[in-house]
């Protein structure tokens, strides 16, 4: 599982040698963030996106012993039920969340293993219906921590169809974002604040990996380089092995000098480095020609680029990602588009594999 930190710009390739459970952390604005405290699709935001694609590669993801999550000893909320080894969860407005929780008797204990998460959903959603697998901490009471709750992956408003979700990750970064949280555990949440929605679960398998990567998202939406690093504590406390960090949008478009963003930036990677964390720092991508400063990005870019390279440290290139600043990618000036955000997660995995 080896993986290369490329500026394709400069032909520089870093080598990196991780070890077979691999943690990475991504701390950044709301590209990276995506819809970071909501249910969300799969296929759509990074990093989940690029965590799902890593969960499903044979030459990354190796799962050892037998599926932990037995469903039959499962706790079942609200208007769910399980049959045939289909779970099924039925959900109105007048009605409370539908749930399938993994028994107390079997949540994971907070260590440095990684897990793999995968299950197959079949839903119809009306308008105001979420179903989403989740992943969460229970306190010393077992009641779970909302702040521990992780989105894996679902269906959002007012779709339907078939999906299967693949998902890794670390008891100990649930851990990481709350003090409270003793043990860890997963489940399927449906909620409809409309119509009738319904949905069935099946082939829920949990593993231990021998072998894998952890992406997780520590990134906040709308946040500047300079907030990031006042949260910097957070990567810390889960101390990753990697971390990626993708500001600039935000600081380029709120008038922040190139001079001050990077001294910021420059101590994210100072601390990250003291605490024997990679780091991997992103390019900008393109904004779109009615936003603040559109016209510095590629100075900015230039810039970031040549410091990774003369810093030693890892560049994700996120403007050539974007077939160097197409701005068919971006579609209100700033935010990628679903297919921008599809790029992105993809484009990352080139680090991995």
């Known amino acids: 599982m080896d993986a ?22 991504c701390l950044g604005d709301s590209i990276t963030a995506g819809n970071f405290n ?19 590669n044979p030459k990354v993801t190796k799962a050892c012993g037998n599926n932990i999550f037995i469903p039959e000893n499962a706790l079942l909320q609200g208007d769910a039920s399980l049959a045939a080894g289909k779970f099924t969860l039925v959900s109105n407005s007048a009605n409370l969340p539908s749930g399938i929780l993994m028994n107390p008797k079997e949540l994971l204990p907070v260590d440095e293993r990684l897990y793999l998460l995968t299950a197959e959903l079949d839903v119809i959603l009306s308008p105001g219906g979420h179903l989403a697998l989740m992943v969460y901490g229970t306190d010393s009471k077992g ?11 679902g269906f959002d408003t007012d779709s339907h ?15 990481s974002l709350d003090p409270a949280v003793i043990k860890v555990g997963i489940g399927v949440m449906l909620r409809s604040d409309g119509q009738m929605s319904t949905g069935q679960v099946h082939n829920i ?12 998202n520590q990134g906040v939406s709308y946040t500047t380089v300079a907030e990031g690093l006042k949260t910097i504590d957070k990567v810390i406390k889960w101390n990753p092995d990697i971390c990626i960090i993708a500001y600039g949008t935000n600081d380029i478009r709120n008038g922040i000098t190139l001079e001050n963003y990077w001294t910021d930036l420059r101590c994210i990677v100072d601390i990250l480095q003291e605490n024997q964390i990679f780091p991997v720092i992103a390019t900008l991508p393109p904004l779109g020609d009615d936003q603040v400063n559109y016209n510095k990005v590629p100075e900015w870019n230039e810039f970031i680029t040549l410091s990774a390279h003369e810093l030693g440290i890892g560049l994700w290139d996120r403007w050539q990602a974007f077939d160097n600043g197409d701005v068919a990618f971006i579609e209100d000036g700033r935010h990628p588009t679903k297919q921008g955000y599809l790029r992105l997660g993809e484009d990352v995995l080139r680090f991995f594999i």
């Open 205 to 216: 398998q949990l593993y231990e990996l021998a072998k894998g990567i952890a992406v997780h």
């Open 4 to 25: 290369l930190f490329s500026s394709q710009q400069i032909n520089q390739k870093i080598p990196f040698h991780p070890k077979s459970l691999l943690r990475v952390s």
């Open 38 to 56: 909501y249910p969300h699709a799969s296929s759509v935001w990074y990093p989940t996106h690029a965590n799902h694609l890593l969960a499903e």
């Open 143 to 153: 009641q779970i921590i909302d702040n521990s709750l992780q989105w894996a992956g």
């Open 161 to 175: 169809g078939y999906v299967k979700l693949s998902y890794v990750f670390s008891p100990s970064f649930i851990a």
